[in-house]
């Protein structure tokens, strides 16, 4: 039997009739209203019922077989397509699982101490006006062919060179493999490297998502904890010696904020080059060292072409550019050129093209200047508000934030979620820690997020919710 249609037209709307009609439909099926297998209306008896020519009826039921909705046949008439059933209903949210729980909770903003991501009034107004300029022109003059998915070569030239100047790493562009960021380019390299079932070294603490990351990709994680030097090598050799991978932050530890010795270093290469692995160096902040110049970027010492240097613009220009970089080992440069053009090509053209352009203009390496006075002028003013009133907690510098040691036992986690009421985002510190056995409690107040004009009020309403921890 046909099932009843009630469709409202607006003969007075700028949408077709036709288009309306097709609307109607579609919302009665994706609603629930027309099952699959459901008979509609011919279209002519729809044309009547309606009150419109036969023909819109017919361009509206073309769009909806177009779109695999409905289907038609002389022999069963027109009916709804059969379609694959959504469990629990359309109105009840899809489960997102605990780590997405965590990933949002970790990248809440924008708030107050939130961490990980530049302060609003360093944003470059240039370079944001300039994309828009080159997306505009791309669309309006550019011949319609697919760009190089390494990246564009204007922006790799600039990135050489940056890196060559500033990080002391020698690199031709052709080495140089342009990303949607830091985690982008852990996929990619991830891919390339092909590891799945093996071992990988990890800081302890270290970055939740690059973890989880580094699972996805089929690797067992060996947390390796860290000391005044950084990584403990002579402890990931002692326990985990078959390990195909180690991933370091060596320029500020994430989230401790140390820079690896120099005799780490060179153990960590000696050890990669004589068992032929891979050491995947986060550049996690190393532009921005605030207590002196950036230390040389851990691949400017590797001779032996086992270092993938990962590097992206989220912290020092935003993370809303999604734009990040790799420096390949030349011995796998071509590899990172096959799986970038089948599986991960790097972004559109229009964000390269600017950001290349505002580089080579200098304005790049005056933002940082600029950032990193600012950044500074945050970090002693956070410290000096902070330290003469924690009443016995420890205050550290951790990198581009203040770390708060909190007493053993301290749910952080739950402190945290507490903050968030109040436009507070500090980061928990156990949350970092392979296993709660190895976990500090702590919290993590990004600098860059914390204006002058707003630490003291923050500062005592996070102080305000710590004392009353402190009471339970």
Not at 138 to 151: C, I, T
Not at 161 to 179: M, N
Not at 223 to 231: A, K, N, R
Request: neutral net charge.
């Amino acid at each position: 039997m046909t099932k009843p249609l009630n469709i409202e037209l607006d003969r007075s709307a700028k949408t077709s009739l036709a288009e309306q009609i097709r609307k109607g439909i579609t919302s009665a099926i994706e609603g629930g209203v027309l099952l699959p297998g459901a008979r509609l209306p011919s279209w002519l008896d729809l044309a009547a019922q309606l009150g419109v020519a036969r023909g819109t009826v017919r361009l509206a039921y073309e769009r909806l077989m177009d779109a695999q909705l409905i289907t038609a046949s002389r022999a069963t008439g027109t009916r709804v397509a059969d379609r694959p059933r959504i469990l629990g209903g359309r109105d009840e949210p899809p489960d997102h699982g605990p780590f997405m729980d965590m990933y949002q909770e970790l990248m809440a903003g924008p708030a107050i101490f939130q961490m990980g991501v530049p302060a609003q009034e360093t944003l470059p107004a240039k370079l944001f006006t300039r994309i828009h300029s080159y997306a505009i022109r791309a669309e309006l003059s550019k011949a319609a062919l697919y760009p190089d998915p390494r990246g564009e070569p204007e922006l790799r030239r600039e990135i050489a060179a940056y890196l060559t100047i500033a990080r002391g790493l020698e690199c031709s562009p052709s080495q140089i493999f342009i990303t949607g960021g830091f985690s982008s380019g852990l996929g990619l390299t991830m891919r390339v490297l092909g590891l799945q079932g093996q071992k990988a070294w990890v800081e302890d603490p270290s970055f939740p998502i690059t973890k989880h990351g580094l699972g996805l990709a089929g690797l067992s994680l060996a947390p390796i904890p860290v000391d005044e030097e950084g990584i403990d090598i002579d402890y990931g050799m002692r326990t985990a010696a078959d390990a195909a991978l180690c991933v370091v932050t060596p320029g500020q530890q994430a989230p401790l904020g140390m820079t690896m010795s120099l005799a780490r270093r060179l153990q960590l290469l000696d050890w990669a080059a004589q068992k032929e692995q891979w050491v995947i160096e986060d550049d996690y902040l190393s532009e921005l060292q605030l207590s002196a110049r950036a230390a040389p970027a851990l691949a400017s010492l590797d001779r032996a072409g086992r270092v993938i240097h990962i590097g992206s613009f989220s912290k020092t220009i935003t993370p809303t550019l999604r734009l990040g970089f790799i420096v390949s080992p030349p011995s796998i440069a071509s590899r990172f050129a096959e799986v970038a053009a089948c599986l991960a090509p790097a972004p559109i053209p229009a964000v390269q093209l600017a950001t290349a352009e505002f580089m080579r203009d200098g304005h790049y390496i005056r933002h940082l200047r600029r950032t990193k006075r600012l950044y500074s002028a945050q970090q002693d003013a956070l410290q000096n508000y902070l330290e003469p009133r924690v009443n016995g907690i420890d205050v550290a510098t951790a990198g581009l934030a203040a770390l708060l040691y909190l007493p053993d036992g301290t749910d952080d986690i739950s402190l945290v979620r507490e903050t968030l009421a109040y436009g507070l985002a500090p980061a928990p510190l156990s949350a970092w820690y392979a296993s709660p056995a190895s976990a500090r409690s702590g919290l993590l107040l990004g600098i860059s997020t914390a204006p002058q004009q707003h630490i003291g009020r923050a500062c005592d309403r996070l102080l305000e919710i710590l004392e009353r921890y402190k009471k339970h």
